[in-house]
């Protein structure tokens, strides 16, 4: 009778025990999740870059282009909203001050060509953002003659002190030049900051080959250590 009373008592000891792993289990799972691997992946970023420390700015032309026809967003933007969205970082477009370039391909040719010649500082619109506390700044521009646009060299030439020992990292959407000297015209642009390994891509892809254009600039990310 003894022995039945104590392996009842066992019996219900390890029934009572299973429940309460069981409960711990769902808790864990019930409960909210630390982070879900999205989160921990911006949260790494975040922890590793630091709020506001990362700027991209960019040029780009949306309308008739080269290629891809006429275009809602252009090349270069698509590009630069993919990289602030892989690091956070803030954005900030050089738009003209005034309405200097036209619709048609063509045309906008001539006046990139002239500008080029006369080697123009277009305006751009707006006040640049505050660039005391960003160390890293991504600057992106579609490839013009083989050159940045000139209103790229505006914000270098107006900014060139308040990026002094930061790290530029260029980029540049174009249809066969690359990358176009951008790297060794920024630094001579702007000779006291760091410029870092630039990333081209083909403006079509960009475009119209979206998933290709975000992978090529995740592997460049995480070669610059994002
Ligand atoms: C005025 C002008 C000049 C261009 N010059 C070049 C060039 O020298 N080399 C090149 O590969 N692509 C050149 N392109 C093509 C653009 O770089 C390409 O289409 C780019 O993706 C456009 O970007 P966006 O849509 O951001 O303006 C030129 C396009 C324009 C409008």
């Given at each position: 009778m003894k022995i039945i009373r104590q392996s009842t008592i066992l019996f219900f000891a390890c029934v009572?025990?299973?429940?309460?792993?069981?409960?711990?289990?769902?808790?864990?799972?019930?409960?909210a999740p630390s982070a879900t691997p999205a989160q921990e992946n911006?949260?790494?970023?975040g922890a590793q870059k630091g709020e506001g420390e990362t700027l991209v700015v960019f040029f780009s032309r949306a309308g008739e282009q080269y290629?891809?026809?006429v275009i809602d967003k252009g090349n270069t933007a698509i590009v630069a909203q993919m990289i602030a969205e892989e690091t956070g970082a803030n954005i900030f477009e050089l738009v003209p001050a005034d309405d200097r370039y036209p619709e048609s391909y063509d045309?906008?040719?001539?006046?990139?060509?002239?500008?080029?010649?006369?080697?123009?500082?277009?305006?751009?619109?707006?006040?640049?953002?505050?660039?005391?506390?960003?160390?890293?700044?991504f600057i992106g521009a579609p490839v013009w003659w083989g050159d940045w646009p000139m209103i790229c060299y505006t914000f270098f030439e107006k900014n060139k002190d308040a990026l002094a020992g930061k790290t530029l990292i260029p980029f540049s959407t174009?249809?066969?030049?690359?990358?176009?000297?951008?790297?060794?015209?920024?630094?001579?642009?702007?000779?006291?900051?760091?410029?870092?390994?630039?990333?081209?891509?083909?403006?079509?892809?960009?475009?119209n080959n979206?998933?290709?254009?975000?992978?090529?600039v995740k592997d460049w990310l995480t070669r610059l250590g994002y």
């Open positions: 009572l025990l299973l429940f309460v792993t069981g409960c711990a289990n769902n808790a864990d799972k019930n409960s911006t949260k790494t970023k290629t891809v026809g045309k906008l040719t001539e006046v990139a060509r002239q500008e080029q010649n006369e080697k123009a500082r277009p305006a751009y619109r707006g006040e640049t953002p505050d660039l005391s506390k960003v160390k890293t700044v174009h249809e066969g030049s690359g990358l176009s000297g951008f790297d060794s015209k920024l630094s001579e642009a702007c000779p006291a900051s760091n410029v870092g390994e630039g990333l081209a891509i083909r403006g079509s892809t960009a475009q979206r998933d290709d254009a975000r992978a090529s």
